[in-house]
């Protein structure tokens, strides 16, 4: 700023006098530098642009507000927003002269964003339009929350010319109201943001890509498909240590292996050149065509530097997508200046090269001017000894003002606390409902609870740039009862992809399948944890069944059926009574570290159309075969009509280690005996497994159809039955307060009032009082019961009149007419009924109550010391 | 005891007797399996070693015997016999179950072996003491009612067993005692049941605190103890550690006090003038000389071991990559031969069995060429690392023995320095004497080395040769012994590979048997 000024006094008298020079050479340089960048541009449209540039004089940008023909209502915002403190309008004098002696030392620029008016048209600092605030979400606490937040929750409206820095700035809490707002608008509102949150972070006033200014994502990569990068496990090859044993001598012919690798580096590098053909091609498709007005677009965005909140490393965001971006990257052109809540900052470096070659170090006076001193930047100062000399007098002029402008701190902002209600943030998207159109694919984003079936984000993949063949559809549910979490359906394979979260009553993590039919090729995943049975995965073809266990104490880790078809039975059955016959089923096992190995089965198959039983063991640590048993199960019959028992041929094995007990028959018949019990229990666990399957697909589809939501007991919005309790409650309270009143009415009042107030009662008067209370209830109960009773007698007269009034005109009624008059005597039957009821009822009632009210009145406190002494 | 002794009397009439083959015979064959399982027992013979079981109760037994064939019997029922004293048991090491309720057992005795078992039921015996249970450390589950304990002492005793959740020790003379309850809760805090009741948590911090004073003084007593015996372990642990490295008792001055210790000469002359202090720069010294090969001894420890370690992971690595090798080939090759042993089956014409059949055995060939090659390819790698390794651990070894020869050299060095000295001062001090110039009085029996030059020169070399003698014994010693043990190493590495080749190849060729008789047996069963 003391740099800027003293050069600018030093030129103030030559100033003068070049004053129209200068516009000449404003004249010239300008269309030089435009010709630079479109040459395409034609003589006359040259000129129109230097005619319409050269016009630009005052910093303060005048164009038609766009946005504030939609009303809003100015009169109820705060003072603030409608007038200038002193402090402010000294700020804006600053920003004046600031403004002025830029435009004067850079003549060519185009001049600087500094005071755009606000809702209520008065001129505001574009720092003080930054309102830090932290946010009590914890979702808005890091940047990226914030980013899409405020592309979530804001509406984009273009610039009202897309070349100019707007005239307005509103502030944040009006563009929160109002939900849409042009690029300044967002930026300053995630500025503030962020800055509450701790980032060190700016406003840019700047120049964007096409892309970017028109938020046209339609080039860009959904970050939703993006597949996370694998990262390569480079298998890190073990030093081979100083034992490893030489690998033995390769016999193989070298040159034939270099002729082969050769080939194939060959048909490698045809294929790879290939594709890349390919892809260049369908790139130029896609490309889009150059932009006129590249490079002269204005945008805002946002600037993170590095060093707070632990940012490693300065970058962009794009308020309308949220993204972040490196700060060397295409889309961003050009900075011309800065902000935050404290300073203002100009950009002074060239942007030949789009933002890449620039430094964002703000403390350095050569490459960012700034407005204010006093920051907390660290500052060089080299230039002023320099001009110390040529500038004496002046300085003694300006001494006043310049020590003013050293101490000069910007002013607080003028903008209400930004707020966003709880309503509003899970909204988010203006109505709730967000469409995003990105490179082949679509995403649609739902606020929770707004669709029933708890759909919150719908992404669509396309085969295509135009958008009509569907590849893929997924879709991302929340709150929803059986906790389903993820739909992915693949167009080309059929298949449907289920993903659940934790919690679903069965247990379900994936469920992947192409028809709800049973039987069908299917893989379901489970929650292993969550199940008793341990199993993590069952997959289905027609004709198999496999299923994969986990930390089961029995140790099964994998068993697969297979089934036959199935034998058709005379009578009609469903599939639970008839299942399919089991050929069959191979169980295998992990190592029961508490057994030996040749007695841990480590696989057995039951061959049941064989009666077959085959049994491996596991293999002994330091062994290469393991056992192996099978058995043969079939009841002979000896020459004698014995039935044969076990005779050793049934059972063939193979010990790697021959033992003498496994030998003996008995072993082997009480094995056999056990494996057929087993068998037995596999059938019935694979029965078993068929049977939840049908459950699962039944529970599954009830699921769909009902689709009912989750509502947190916290949630009490939307808690119906928290709502009701609540209201039950409100309710009684009401009722109970009612009550309380009525037992506070005074029945003495009225008479009380008669006398003189202040007086202490005699015992006369209140003998008097108390009978006069009395006999005015007395008559009350009279004059009730008199009420009902000339009702009573007024209906029963309305009746007879009616009776005769029938029997009069009988013959000559319609049956209208006549079931009128019905009705008409059974309505006013009951009528009389219940007067003479109600009548009967106070007459029982009346002298209990006038009994009750002379009790009270004995009791009441303020006559009782008299009347009790009557007593 | 009366209903004891009623029991006993009902079996008076009958003679005692002792377990004798035949009851065991008969034992085992009635508890046996049954049905259909018994019928092939029967035909088979049950061997009393497979015997888990065995359930001898109202046999009127005196004496147990001839049970030294249960292996592996788990559960033992001897109750309600006549049995006097506990013997015999020494062999069924595994057993879990043991009973001998209703008998006449006085002491608890030969029951160390059994150290797996759980639960001991010694109810309505003659037992005064309990003692002689150390080892049963798995004990769970005790019972010893109705016996005549009737000192609380024994509780005391109990609380070694860390297991013990069940005790019984209802209608003993110690139950009269008044606190009984309370102090078996109190001193056996993980007790759960007693004379067949829960023990309440009420009932337990009642114990706890009325009996808390004497139960710190006796945890404090037991932790003491626990600490000295942890100390005594880790020192032998130590000592054992040192000795691995050859160099025990050289981080000090154990050597050098040892050469002194039998060195008469040595130590009488210590009492001249200057020799003291002579002696102490020379103690110095040397001990500083021992712990440099005492530190040396335990890093070339460290560093033998890290190469043996190192050479055993990459052998062992190398073993297991061919054997999951061997495993995959063999896989690969079972899921063939499965197919081709069902083909073979299914087929009916004779012709193509045959072709078959050669098929499979020449598959079978392949498979025991390919098992066979890896294996003598490991042998050959492995034979090459062997001797790799040979080589190092033997230069190891060399020059560990020459350093510690260099600086036992250097010991000895010291000791001829100290000598010369000695020798110096003692020929000094007797011209003194001769010429009776000496200022202080000696001892008399020193004064008898200064007779004449010879008798001084004597007594200081025999000393001087006492030392070296220990030195070169103590060198000779670390030599011999770390020399025997590299042999020791070797020759088991060796000895290891050898037994591990024979195995595998004894294996494969039982395998490729296996698999060429079951090709014959298929083949036969066609022919028929």
Known sequence: ?871 | MLSSGKMNRIYDSVEPRVIDDDMLKLAVGEQGPQEEAGQLAKQEGILFKDVLSLQLDFQNILRIDNLWQFESLQKLQLDNNIIERIEGLENLTQLVWLDLSFNNIKVIEGLDTLVNLEDLSLFNNRISKIDSLDTLVKLQVLSLGNNQIDNMMNIIYLRQFKCLRTLSLSGNPITQAEDYKMFICAHLPDLMYLDFRRIDDHMKDLAEMKYQYTIDELKHREHLRQAQLQEEQAQIMKLEEYKMAFVENLNGSFLFDSMYAEDMEGNKLSCLPIVGELLEVYKDKFVIICLNIFEYGLKQHEKRKLELDTFTECVQEAIQENQEQGKLRIARFEEKHLLNLSAIREESELLAIEKKIVECSEDITELFNVLMTLELQLVEQLEETINMFERNITDMVGLFIENVQSLMAQCRELENHHHEKLLEISIGTLEKIIKGELDEELPDDVRTFFADKDTIVNAVGASHDMHLLKIDNREDELVTRINSWCTHLVDKIHKDEVMRNRKRVKEINQYIDHLQSELDNLECGDMD
């Open chain 1, 1 to 871: 700023m003391e740099v800027l000024r003293e050069k600018v006094e030093e030129e103030e008298a030559a100033e003068r006098e070049e004053a129209a020079e200068r516009a000449e050479r404003m004249e010239k340089t300008r269309p030089v530098e435009v010709q630079k960048e479109e040459t395409i541009l034609t003589q006359e449209m040259l000129r129109d642009l230097e005619k319409k540039l050269s016009e630009i004089k005052i910093p303060i940008p005048a164009g038609t507000p766009v946005i504030t023909e939609d009303t809003i209502d100015v009169s109820n915002l705060p003072l603030s927003y409608k007038t200038n403190t002193p402090k402010e309008e000294h700020l804006l004098q600053v920003a004046d002269n600031f403004s002025r002696q830029y435009s004067h030392l850079c003549p060519d620029r185009v001049p600087l964003f500094l005071h755009p008016l606000n809702e209520c048209e008065v001129p505001k600092f574009v720092s003080t339009t930054i309102r830090p605030t932290l946010m009590p979400y914890p979702d808005l606490y890091n940047w990226d929350g914030c980013a899409n937040f405020v592309s979530d929750f804001l509406t984009k409206v273009p610039l009202p010319d897309p070349l100019k820095p707007p005239s307005h700035l509103y502030s944040s809490t009006t563009v929160l109201k109002q939900q849409k707002g042009n690029c300044f608008d967002f930026s300053t509102l995630l500025c503030s943001m962020l800055l509450g949150a701790g980032y060190d972070a700016y406003c840019v006033n700047g120049y964007g890509s096409q892309a970017l200014c028109n938020m046209d994502l339609t080039r860009e990569v959904c970050p939703l498909t993006v597949k996370p990068k694998e990262t390569v496990k480079t298998k890190e090859k073990a030093q081979p240590k100083k034992y490893t044993i030489k690998p033995p001598r390769d016999l193989t012919s070298r040159f034939e292996q270099q002729q082969e690798i050769k080939k194939q580096k060959e048909a490698k590098a045809q294929k790879e050149k290939q594709q890349r053909e390919e892809e260049e091609r369908l790139l130029e498709a896609e490309k889009a065509k150059p932009d006129p007005l590249h490079g002269l677009r204005v945008h805002c965005w946002v600037l993170v530097l590095s060093g707070k909140r632990e940012v490693p490393e300065s970058f962009f965001i794009d308020p309308f997508t949220g993204r972040s971006y490196s700060s060397q990257d295409d889309h961003f052109l050009g900075i011309e200046s800065l902000w935050n809540h404290r300073n203002y900052w100009i950009n002074m470096q060239d942007c030949w090269n789009c933002c890449k070659d620039l430094v964002f170090d703000l403390g350095d006076p050569v490459r960012w001017e700034y407005m204010l001193l006093g920051t907390d930047k660290p500052q060089l100062s080299l230039m002023e000894e320099e001009d110390e000399g040529l500038n004496d007098d002046d300085d003694i002029e300006d001494l006043g003002k310049e020590t003013e402008d050293k101490s000069f701190d910007m002013p607080s902002s003028w903008v209400e606390q930004i707020t966003i209600s709880p309503e509003a943030f899970e909204t988010r998207c203006p109505n709730g409902k967000k469409v995003l159109q990105y490179r082949r694919a679509r995403l649609e984003k739902w606020a929770p609870y707004l669709n029933s079936n708890g759909l919150v984000c719908r992404l669509t993949t396309y085969e295509d740039l135009e958008c009509t063949k569907i590849l893929e559809v997924k879709e991302w549910y929340q709150n929803r009862e059986d906790t389903l979490e993820l739909k992915h359906i693949n167009n080309s394979s059929g298949l449907h992809t289920d993903y659940f979260r934790p919690g679903h009553p069965q247990a379900l993590r994936v469920h992947v399948y192409k028809t709800m039919q049973p039987e069908n090729d299917r893989i379901m995943e489970f929650y292993e944890t969550a199940r008793v049975d341990g199993l993590i995965k069952r997959e289905e073809t027609p004709r198999t069944m496999t299923e994969y266990y986990q930390g089961r104490p029995d140790f099964l880790s994998y068993r697969h059926i297979n089934f036959g078809p199935r034998v058709k039975k005379l009578t009609s059955a469903s599939t639970e009574s008839n299942p399919r016959p089991m050929t069959k089923i191979t169980e295998r096992f992990s190592r029961n570290p508490a057994k030996p190995a040749d007695e841990d089965v480590a696989e057995r198959v039951f061959l049941i159309a064989d009666e077959r039983i085959q049994l491996r063991y596991h293999c002994r640590d330091d062994y290469i075969t393991a056992s192996k048993r099978e058995f043969l199960q079939r009841s002979e019959v000896d020459s004698k009509g014995n039935k044969i028992i076990m005779t050793s041929d049934m059972c063939i094995s193979f010990e790697v280690e021959p033992m003498e007990h496994t030998k003996k028959l008995l072993y082997q018949y009480e094995t056999m005996m056990h494996l057929k019990n087993e068998e037995k229990l596999s059938k019935h666990q694979a029965w078993e497994s068929e049977l939840e399957v049908l459950e699962i697909l039944k529970l599954r589809e009830e699921e769909e159809e009902a689709h009912t939501l989750n509502i947190s007991i916290y949630d009490t919005k939307r808690n119906e039955k928290s709502k009701e309790y609540r209201e039950a409650m409100e309710r009684v309270m009401h009722e109970e307060h009612l009550r309380q009143v009525e037992a506070q009415l005074d029945y003495l009042a009225p008479f009380l009032a008669q006398l003189p107030p202040g007086e202490k009662l005699t015992r006369m008067q209140a003998v008097h009082l108390k009978d006069e209370c009395l006999s005015d209830f007395k008559q009350r109960l009279i004059d009730k019961a008199n009420l009902i009773q000339a009702r009573f007698e007024k209906e029963n007269q309305e009746l007879q009149k009616q009776q005769q009034w029938y029997q009069e005109n009988q013959v000559t009624l319609t049956p209208e007419d006549e079931d009128l008059y019905l009705s008409y005597c059974s309505q006013a039957m009951f009528r009389i009924r219940i007067l003479e009821q109600r009548l009967n009822r106070h007459k029982e009632l009346a002298p209990l109550k006038y009994l009750a009210l002379e009790e009270k009145l004995y009791k009441d406190p303020r006559l009782a010391e008299f009347l009790k002494v009557l007593a």
